[in-house]
């Protein structure tokens, strides 16, 4: 009778123990990373896939998602389309399945646009991908939360209009547009070009192709022109050739604006002088922040972290993967708040959260990220959520912001331009625009 009872205990024991481990797992919150960090665009898919996997730890070291613990697995894309759309089926349905994905190329973003939402899971290109998603009611599933590439455009002409003391006076101006050969070169167009024709200077635009080593041609097109202003659309070593062939043709930096690929330390520390007053886009403020610290103490300070070296932490690349694992954190906290405090969210749920963000000034305050990025509150016509972007300049040792304040491009223009390529999107794909429940 022992024996029996002993035997019978050792099942209670066994399935209690199956039962904690199943609720154990169960309280999991998987994301997966395709990430890239080898190749010519690698040095930045570290950064930033450092700064993500390092919020990451920091939130699990402080207890988690009330409770529920992040988990995630790095799949490598290179930056490459046909790999990105691997890594992406290889990993949705992973732990439970994705909720939401970040595949931080513009190129991927576009290769899985029409499997998320088969597929429910909520896709966000911060500061990159389809501008035209913002509109929420054609693109239910993706976020291009904080700002997209025409936001970018636009607030490049806007500054350039202040640099030249109003935006009337960049009439009879010449600009080049000097741009990465690829999908991502090529968003920023319908802005730039009917910024063109609203404000009346010359857009003159110039190729580069992958991966951008050699651009001895361009610049003589550059030089022969002799333009006002330089936008440097670039990515990758790309933009420090671009900046070291300047110098050898007598081009100011200072003439020259970056797009906020084009402006990190990976693209001016190679550079050296040559980068000395180069001015680019961001989306982020360069500069100390109290989450850092944290990240530097908590995460750092128990051997977790995620980059080569601690020097990197508040690096721009780093910096917004940090704002990237805040953004996807809040998500995952803001979909809890309706469907079940310290329960693992799913796609539907996040993609409902994600479209009733508020991460304002008091939020960003308790994160220990005031002004790390804009305030950021979405809607269902809304998914960006903001569009503020900074413009920043490299002294030869670090990124300064030189514009306090984020600012702001003609939202007229990108709301018609916003308008017109979504209902353009939805006739060519039978889409009824509707706000989903």
Known sequence: MKIIKSALLGVALLSAVTVTTVQAQAKEQFVPLLSYRVGPYGAGGAGFFGGVIDYFNLVNAKGGLNGVKLTWEECETEYNTSRGVECYERLKNKDGGAALVDPLSTGIAYGILDRIATDKIAMITMGYGRSESRNGEVFP???????????????????????????????????????????????????????????????????????????????????????????????????????????????????????????????????????????SMTFNTPGSHPVLEEIRKTVYGAGKGNLDTADRIGSVYH??????????????????????????????????????????????????????FPPVKTSCQNHGGSGGVKVQQWDGDKWVAVTPDWIHGDEKLLDQLIADASAQYAKEHGITPACMK
């Open 141 to 279: 599933w993706v976020f291009p939360l904080i700002s997209s590439y025409w936001d970018q455009a636009a607030g490049m002409v806007q500054y350039l209009g202040t640099k030249a003391g109003g935006l009337d006076k960049l009439k009879g101006k010449k600009i080049v547009y000097l741009y990465h050969e690829s999908a991502y070169g090529k968003e920023p167009w319908p802005v730039l070009d009917a910024s063109a024709e609203q404000l009346g200077f010359e857009l003159i635009k110039i190729p580069v192709s992958h991966p951008g080593n050699e651009q001895q041609s361009q610049w003589l097109q550059i030089r022969q022109a002799k333009p006002d202003y330089v936008i440097l659309w670039g990515w990758g070593v790309m933009n420090a050739v671009a900046l070291k062939t300047a110098q050898r043709n007598g081009f100011p930096r200072e003439k020259m604006l970056g797009s906020w690929w084009a402006g990190s330390e990976e693209d001016t520390i190679p550079a050296g002088d040559a980068a000395k007053g180069y001015t």
């Open 319 to 372: 910096l917004r993967g940090v704002s990237a694992g805040i953004l996807w954190t809040e998500a995952f906290l803001k979909a809890q708040e309706k469907f079940g405090k310290g329960e693992v969210m799913n796609g539907e749920q996040v993609r409902w959260a994600l479209e009733n963000m508020d991460i304002n000034t008091e939020r960003q305050i308790a994160l220990g990220a005031k002004d790390l």
